[in-house]
């Protein structure tokens, strides 16, 4: 059984706000439900389906049906880092597909930005934290040491790392709800403070306020709803770990996930015009541009140099800027989601990927380095 | 009149019962992995079955405490309590001559004098009464 294009992204809204002290993460899922719907041309009266993470911790999924009164008959609150939302995409394709629901948001708001939370101390009281907490592990630390790895073995210099930011905050001038929109320089990359080495401030991803909603239904119940339909073709999703031990560091998950997608939905590497890949740091990109397949592993540093990863290069990343420089609340992976989206409806603008008619999405969830989640999928306009 | 002991103020291992052979080893001074007796699979971190087949039967495997630097990285931020007083300090995994892979803090070095592929060997901390830490230096 395939979901090859069974259903599709009817709805997508991007919250405009990066700092909103004067705001509830909840209210933002609300605003961005209601810009979502919108978009869609649908009504709260036709969602059946709801899936969020990182509201809050726990059991938050109901307090957010309790907010926004209602009684869905498909529930997801997978909890994966932050491409949580691209997990939710694909299962909500999968319920809809299996009649569980009709139409499904996938919603997300965060205020951590304007009310800070510290995190990279203590840690929980799973079993593999006992082995990692007491030597003081941070995130970026943890995709630090995939970096260090690749430079040791390829060669992979700060400079190439650095151009990916610097193509990042390029797609962020042109985007006008970009939380930082001046250009930087690789120079400016590297005078930046180290905060674990090898990776330098602006090689991490930025900490704003944020939220968005997308809504996915039947390719049947698309055809005739307000926007032109982004279908799903292929998906796929799974975790890397410590494995016992044994773990090949420079192998992530989008290396299972990339491969699984693509076969599923019956596509190539050349047909990719626009590529949404989570970049938490500049490394991420780097590692799963290797793992999905679009250049061999080892030859990442080469690959993103000479303005590749432009929207007018041969393989355009995160057009709105990204986590480095447009919106990263402490997860992503909605964010992505909505740019394949505008961008295969063409309605980005300045930043418009020209003939973009084939996505990838791409998330990372945790920390690269101990345990990582990760999904593909890929999006068509046809 | 003696300066009163510092506070340990980082935090400390959940230890459980699945794990408290190694733990109580390292309080030895000595460093185990475990090994499946039906797979002979190695594996760490340690728990109760192995993980290549499930088996329960297990017997632990006393490393000799000498590896190499897999990966590392200078940690230069982080505001959790004990480590902003430790900035700034080495994170690496250390690929144990036994072959799996460890997180942990290299010491008794420069933190730019580490390189991966660096020859190191453990060094004991005994953090508190309960808790011995297996971090490791260059090897002499």
Same mark, same amino acid.
């Given at each position: ?382 | ?59 632990? !495997? ?6 190499? $630097?897999?990966?590392?990285?200078? &940690?230069?931020?982080?505001?959790? *309590?004990? +480590? @902003? ?28 004098? !580490? ?6 060997? $453990?060094?004991?901390?005994?953090? &508190?009464?309960?808790?011995?830490? *297996?971090? +490791? @230096?260059?090897?002499?």
């Amino acid at each position: 059984m395939s979901l090859k294009h069974k259903t599709a992204i009817v709805g997508a809204w991007e919250h405009p706000t990066r700092f909103a002290p004067d705001k509830s993460a909840f209210q933002i899922v609300a605003e961005s439900l209601h810009g979502a719907l919108d978009d869609a041309g649908l009504t709260m009266k036709d969602i059946d389906g709801i899936s969020s993470s990182g509201m809050t911790g726990g059991m938050g999924i109901i307090s957010l049906c309790d907010y926004l009164n209602i009684e869905p008959s498909f529930i997801d609150s997978t909890s994966v880092g932050g491409a949580s939302f691209v997990f939710h995409v694909a299962h909500a394709a999968a319920a809809v597909n299996a009649g569980l629901c009709n139409v499904c948001a996938v919603v997300f708001g965060s205020t951590v930005a304007s009310r800070p939370v510290s995190f990279g101390g203590a840690g929980g009281a799973d079993p593999c934290d006992q082995y990692e907490v007491p030597f003081g592990p941070t995130t970026v630390g943890s995709y630090a040491m995939v970096a260090q790895r690749h430079m040791h073995d390829y060669g992979t210099t700060p400079e190439q790392l650095a151009e990916i930011a610097v193509t990042m905050r390029l797609h962020a001038s042109m985007n006008p709800v970009a939380k930082y929109r001046n250009p930087i320089t690789i120079e400016d990359v590297l005078a930046s403070r180290v905060i674990s080495s090898p990776l330098h401030l602006l090689d991490c991803c930025i900490i704003s306020d944020g939220g968005g909603a997308i809504i996915v239904t039947s390719e049947e119940r698309a055809r005739d709803l307000r926007k032109k339909p982004v279908y799903l073709l292929g998906a796929a999703e799974t975790a890397r770990h410590t494995s016992s031990g044994h773990r090949d560091f420079l192998e992530t998950a989008a290396f299972q996930t990339g491969k699984l997608a693509f076969e599923r939905a019956g596509v190539t590497h050349k047909d990719v015009d626009l590529a949404m890949i989570y970049d938490s740091f500049t490394i991420t990109v780097l590692v799963t541009l290797e793992n999905l397949g679009f250049c061999k592993r080892g030859e990442g540093g080469a690959f993103v140099e000479g303005g590749r990863l432009r929207f007018d290069g041969a393989l355009p990343i995160n057009t709105d800027g990204g986590g480095l420089s447009s919106c990263h609340p402490m997860m992503r992976g909605m964010f992505l989601l909505i740019e394949a989206t505008k961008q295969l409806r063409s309605e980005c603008g300045p930043r418009q990927v020209k003939n973009c008619r084939t996505a990838l999405v791409n998330g990372t969830g945790g920390a690269l380095g101990q345990r990582h989640s990760g999904a593909t999928l890929i999006l068509s306009d046809q | 009149m003696a300066d009163a002991p510092k506070k340990y103020s980082k935090p400390l291992p959940p230890i459980d019962e699945e794990s408290r052979p190694y733990w109580e080893a390292l309080q030895r001074h000595e460093l185990y992995i475990q090994k499946c007796r039906d797979c002979g699979e190695l594996r760490y971190h340690p728990r109760a079955q192995c993980t290549a087949c499930l088996s329960p039967r297990t017997e632990w !495997v006393r490393c000799s405490g000498r590896g190499k $630097v897999y990966t590392f990285t200078i &940690t230069n931020q982080n505001n959790a *309590a004990g +480590f @902003r007083e430790s900035l700034p300090y080495v994170m690496a995994y250390v690929q144990l001559d036994e072959g799996v892979k460890m997180l942990t803090n290299l010491v008794d070095c420069a933190p730019e004098q !580490v390189k991966i592929e660096m020859p190191v060997e $453990v060094v004991y901390e005994d953090v &508190t009464p309960e808790v011995t830490l *297996a971090k +490791f @230096r260059p090897a002499r």
